[in-house]
Each structure stands twice: as structure tokens, then as C-alpha cells.
Nanobody
Framework: QVLLVESGGGLVQAGGSLRLSCAAS????????MGWFRQPPGKEREFVAA????????LYADSMKGRFTISRDNAKNTLYLQMNSLKPEDTAVYYC?????????????????WGQGTQVTVSS
């Protein structure tokens, strides 16, 4: 089990950028696949991006490709999400999560530990 704490959310204008961080409580962080999910107002939680335990492989939802970049620093037990060219439809609570599985990265059910979420609001 690992405790996760997100930060970096806020209010930004359309076209702007934000960088989210997710700090993990233990060195076990480096053994997990890590993912970012988001939940827009009134909608289901959806997959954003995921990264392998080593950081060598990544996966993105189609609507985020080219705009968002997931990365990790295992020495700092920290996961990142760089979000560029933000749109009002990116407004959501963003969550980081840890998965012990090597596949099914886009499935929330495969993630056992979740952060509390950080709000991202993009104004038009």
C-alpha cells in the first residue's frame, strides 16, 4: 500500500498549462504502474495517462495525446502530469493512482491506491 497526495491543480485560462504532482509515501512507489485519472463534473471517472514502474512506457487517452505528458521520478517518489493547451473540457478533479498490475492500465479497477484528488478548472 502507498499513500498518494496530489498537488498543482488550480484555475487556468484556456490554452494555458499546469503541472500536477503526486507524492508517494514510500519507496514502494517505484514498483507500481502509476496512472492519472480525472472526473469531470457530473461524469464518470476517466483514464488520462499511465506510466510503467521504470518510466520507460507510457499510455495516453486519445484526447490527451500531444497535450499531456506523464512522467515519474522514482528517486523522489513522485509522479507528474504536464498539461498543455488546456481546454474548458479538461475541467475535472484529477487523481493519481497506483497499480500492481502490468496490464489493463486504463482500467480504474486495476488501481488499488488513490490520492484525494486535485481540482483543475479551465476557463474559456
Amino acid at each position: 500500500q502507498v499513500l498518494l497526495v496530489e498537488s498543482g491543480g488550480g484555475l487556468v485560462q484556456a490554452g494555458g498549462s499546469l503541472r500536477l504532482s503526486c507524492a508517494a509515501s514510500s519507496d514502494a512507489f517505484s514498483s507500481f504502474v502509476m496512472g492519472w485519472f480525472r472526473q469531470p463534473p457530473g461524469k464518470e471517472r476517466e483514464f488520462v495517462a499511465a506510466i510503467s514502474s521504470s518510466g520507460s512506457s507510457t499510455l495516453y487517452a486519445d484526447s490527451m495525446k500531444g497535450r499531456f505528458t506523464i512522467s515519474r521520478d522514482n528517486a523522489k517518489n513522485t509522479l507528474y502530469l504536464q498539461m498543455n493547451s488546456l481546454k474548458p473540457e479538461d475541467t475535472a478533479v484529477y487523481y493519481c493512482a497506483a497499480s500492481p498490475y502490468v496490464d489493463g492500465w486504463y482500467l480504474p479497477v486495476n488501481y488499488g491506491d488513490w490520492g484525494q484528488g486535485t481540482q483543475v478548472t479551465v476557463s474559456s
